[in-house]
């Protein structure tokens, strides 16, 4: 089915008889109303099935369907269309019911008064229009808790994958921990200031001696032998470096092998690593 045409303030109304059609259009037309006219129930429902209508009001004594049956089935394909009937003292009766359950908002009397009749027909598209309203507005409302439902399970689900990611890289870096301190050579990690940074326990037994303590946050120069800090100065590159290390002698009767490259090809460290290893003889 296409799209209903959709216009402001649409009014339909429905009689039998044309010149009452007439008379009530010719009432209402003043207010600025988009006026559609029926001569029954079923032109109304055809009319109905492509506009969009706020307000109804159909005469209540006609062939074929009457106003009452008319508005049920109306109230049934279209609940948010005001409905009204229009019809004498003595019919209303059987509009009660109608009235009743819902079917029918206001009930207008024949002959009309046209202020009473314009009055009532305004306010009916005021609470046509406040509910329309109120739809929109809780559609919106809905629409944006959805968004903010979805917003939060996608924080919660980018909480949760940093959270896996923190355990997985605490937990690599406690193998990583393990790994260099089972290692049994000598590493130093040394920053730009020349602070030791790093360093296992192989290197802590063998700079400072078996009776303990750790190297890490001392400076290299109060600890490491000056031929050390020669060859960290030197900032020899890596390619430069022999493949076997450089044997030098680190204390009188201890010689030892030492690797020294540069940091930051993995890492955004700018200092040393050094590698040393204890050999017994040159």
Request: net charge negative; aromatic share 6%.
């Amino acid at each position: 089915m296409a799209d209903k045409i959709q216009t402001s303030r649409t009014i339909l109304l429905v009689d039998d008889e044309p010149n009452i059609t007439s008379a009530l259009k010719r009432t209402l037309r003043r207010d600025g109303y988009n006026i559609l006219t029926a001569n029954s129930g079923e032109e109304g429902l055809n009319l109905l099935a492509v506009h969009e209508v706020g307000v109804i009001i159909s005469d209540q004594r006609m062939p074929h369907m009457t106003g009452v049956e008319f508005l049920r089935k109306v109230k049934a394909l279209y609940p948010k269309t005001f409905r009204m009937v229009l019809s004498g003292y003595t019919e209303l009766e059987s509009v009660t019911s109608a009235i009743n359950e819902g079917a029918i908002y206001k009930f207008l009397t024949k002959p009309w008064d046209d202020d009473q009749l314009r009055e009532n027909t305004r306010e009916a598209f005021q609470r046509y229009e406040m509910e329309q309203d109120n739809f929109r507005l809780t559609k919106e409302l809905q629409s944006a808790n959805d968004k903010l439902s979805r917003l939060n399970l996608n924080l919660e689900q980018q909480v949760a994958d940093k959270t896996r990611e923190i355990v997985h890289n605490i937990n690599l870096l406690e193998i990583s921990q393990e790994i260099l301190e089972s290692l049994p050579i000598a590493i130093l990690g040394i920053d730009e200031q020349e602070m030791i940074a790093a360093s296992n326990k192989q290197a802590d037994v063998l700079v400072l001696g078996k009776t303990g303590g750790c190297l890490l946050g001392t400076m290299a120069s109060d600890y490491l032998p000056d031929i050390l800090l020669q060859m960290l100065q030197k900032n020899i590159p890596a390619d430069k470096l022999e493949f076997d290390g450089y044997l030098v002698r680190f204390t009188d009767d201890m010689f030892i092998r030492v690797w020294i490259s540069p940091m930051g090809e993995a890492s955004r460290s700018k200092g040393k690593i050094v590698v040393i290893i204890p050999v017994k003889e040159a």
